[in-house]
């Protein structure tokens, strides 16, 4: 009995050492394939996945890695077979339903990468990619009003993930409720910051307030960011609840432009504090206070919205940023340290999200 344990345990480390040995190779195998793939050589890195994998088969990212080497080199069904094997061994998560969509989308499958999207988001419904996915898909059929609600869900489901705010913002400032797209591309920048597409999305923000906005010469104001009217919310016709946009939002900025005479820079930052003022003077009894709205009075408390405001609009008018930060190079820089530990919450959709007001 003795000697039986006693062999027990030696093939026992034996195996184990066998396993361990394996593995290793299996990880320098992965790791090759990785620097061979950032090489843009696919077909190099697939063999070498390959082989990753015949040492270690119970290891699924070489799979995902191996699928991902095939869709690279182009060979989009060999990368969907990887991926439903996945699927089928329960291992998967929300980046292989976005890899096979992008499969079926260059297999021109259109139909079949909804459908991928559709039980990724099944599956995951907290991940915000899938999202982004299926209404990127929706506008390239320009179907916009699918596209918005896709994103629009993605925001109130993943409410930290960015690519949905860009999109919807996107839309948004292309049609007639252009507040929404100002909203929710503030809210973008605010979560992704400093690429290229926060710089693109701050110029937007600027050229709309710019566009929108009109001071004639005898001080006459005009704004034009929502059309959405006062509408009745119950049964009997008789409570009329006033509209977020143009009751609330258009009214106050109304009220924040006297005294002003262009839309610049330097008067969107008096514009935007005078707007809280007024806001917060007089609140709705229809809606909850907006997060943003809350964060640019914290922004206020501590003395950084004009930095702030500078910062979300640089791209409208680079010249004029740069002046401002040659000039108030502390200011900016006490912004920037307190701006890196102090973000704008989005945890909570119910806080923000345009279906909780309206």
């Not at 991940?127 to 009003?145: D, P, R, T």
């Not at 924040?256 to 809280?276: G, H, P």
């Not at 206070?289 to 791209?315: C, S, V």
């Not at 930060?325 to 945890?347: G, M, R, Y």
Request: with cysteine; aromatic share 14%; glycine share 4%.
């Amino acid at each position: 009995m003795k000697n039986l344990l006693i062999l027990s345990i030696v093939f026992f480390f034996v195996g184990y050492s066998l396993a361990q040995k394996s593995e290793v190779k299996a990880r320098k195998y992965a790791e090759k394939a990785v620097i061979s793939m950032q090489n843009d050589k696919p077909k190099k890195a697939s063999r070498q996945l390959r082989k990753a994998i015949k040492f270690n088969k119970a290891f699924i990212p070489y799979y995902y890695r191996l699928a991902y080497a095939y869709h690279m080199d182009e060979e989009h069904l060999k990368s969907n077979e990887i991926l439903n094997y996945i699927i089928d061994e329960d291992k998967d998560n929300e980046m292989v339903y976005e890899l096979l969509g992008e499969n079926y989308i260059e297999m021109d499958s259109v139909d079949q990468a909804f459908n991928a999207y559709v039980e990724g988001i099944k599956k995951f419904p907290n991940e915000g990619v899938l999202y982004e996915e299926i209404g990127k898909l929706e506008m390239s059929k320009e179907s916009y009003f699918s596209a918005l609600e896709h994103f629009e869900n993605g925001i109130l489901m993943a409410p930290n993930y960015p690519g949905n705010y860009y999109w919807a913002s996107k839309i948004y400032l292309s049609s007639t409720e252009e507040v929404w797209g100002l909203i929710y591309g503030e809210m973008f920048m605010n979560i992704e910051r400093n690429t290229n597409r926060t710089e693109e999305i701050s110029a937007l923000l600027f050229n709309t307030l710019k566009r929108e906005i009109q001071i004639s010469k005898d001080s006459t104001i005009s704004i034009s960011i929502c059309q959405d009217q006062n509408r009745v919310v119950d049964e009997n016709d008789t409570i009329v609840k006033p509209s977020f946009g143009k009751s609330i939002v258009e009214l106050n900025l109304i009220k924040s432009l006297v005294d002003l005479d262009e839309i610049s820079l330097r008067s969107i930052d008096k514009m935007r504090e005078n707007f809280i003022a007024h806001y917060y003077k007089n609140p709705s009894d229809d809606y909850r206070n907006h997060q943003l709205f809350d964060f640019h009075k914290e922004l206020i408390t501590h003395g950084h919205f004009e930095a702030y405001n500078y910062w979300l609009f640089m791209m409208g008018d680079v010249e004029i940023f740069k002046q401002w930060e040659n000039d108030n190079k502390s200011q900016w820089i006490h912004f920037l340290e307190w701006f890196k530990e102090n973000s704008l919450n989005v945890s909570d959709p119910i806080t923000f999200h345009r279906l909780n007001f309206q």
